[in-house]
């Protein structure tokens, strides 16, 4: 079994709907972050949490509101989603140097 | 901020040619750098990483040096193969913001890898 999983690995949804997009690890790291990568940009980060009651804003975090609802579990949220935030997300966890990345959420917002 | 740059690409090349891929950074303090790779359809491996200054990393036949007085990580292969054919990312990892207390890897942009028989 993979070490860093996301669900959904695909997912179409229209303007103003909420989205919740989940991750889960196993391999025991306390330090969880998402990212968003868009074609030409590379990977920024959007929020990242060290532990359950860490919390912390990344690079890009408007419009987005995560959840640490165990250290294994770490979701992603858009309240009411918008077209530009179209792009492929990535779930990673951290033994504090390293990161670790799951295979990625490819989000369409129509 | 920190930031990372590397080579606009694509970068098309020929079986068994010699690749180099540029990467410089802007950092405060000591950071550690990585080249991550992405296959099409795949999240990101680390490829390699160095921790501190003149330390090489090194794996499947990519080299990368940490130069502090270039601020460079230049990636190299010396014989590609068309399974090599993907986006190689540059990071490195340390403080995001000149506040401190924030975490994560900053990226470049991604150079995209073509291969050719």
């Known amino acids: 079994d993979a070490d860093v999983t996301q669900t959904p690995r695909n997912r179409i949804t229209k303007t103003g709907k909420r989205i919740m997009l989940e991750c889960s690890q196993t391999?025991?790291?306390?330090?969880m972050y998402w990212y968003r990568q868009d074609p030409g940009l590379g990977l920024r980060l959007i929020y990242y949490?060290?532990?359950?009651?860490?919390?912390n804003k990344g690079e890009i975090s408007d419009g987005y509101s995560v959840s640490r609802q165990a250290q294994a579990k770490f979701s992603l949220s858009l309240e009411s989603a918008i077209p530009n935030q179209t792009a492929l997300y990535f779930c990673?966890?951290?033994?504090?140097?390293?990161?670790?990345f799951g295979p990625g959420t490819r989000l369409t917002v129509t | 901020g920190n930031s990372v740059t590397q080579m606009e690409g694509p970068v098309t090349l020929s079986e068994e040619a010699f690749l180099t891929i540029n990467c410089t950074y802007t950092?405060?303090?000591?950071?550690?750098l990585f080249w991550y790779v992405q296959y099409p359809g795949e999240g990101l491996q680390l490829l390699l990483k160095?921790?501190?200054?003149?330390d090489k990393g090194s794996n499947k036949g990519f080299e990368a040096t940490y130069r502090k007085e270039t601020t460079s990580f230049h990636l190299e292969k010396g014989s590609v193969q068309v399974s090599d054919s993907a986006v190689y990312f540059c990071?490195?990892?340390?403080?995001?913001?000149?506040?401190?207390?924030?975490?994560?890897?900053?990226f470049g942009k991604g150079t995209h890898l073509i291969i050719q028989p």
């Open positions: 160095a921790t501190k200054a003149d």
């Open positions: 990673a966890t951290s033994d504090g140097d390293e990161q670790y």
């Open positions: 950092a405060t303090g000591y950071p550690s």
């Open positions: 990071a490195l990892s340390g403080p995001m913001y000149s506040g401190g207390g924030a975490d994560g890897l900053t």
């Open positions: 391999k025991g790291h306390d330090r």
């Open positions: 949490s060290f532990d359950v009651k860490d919390i």
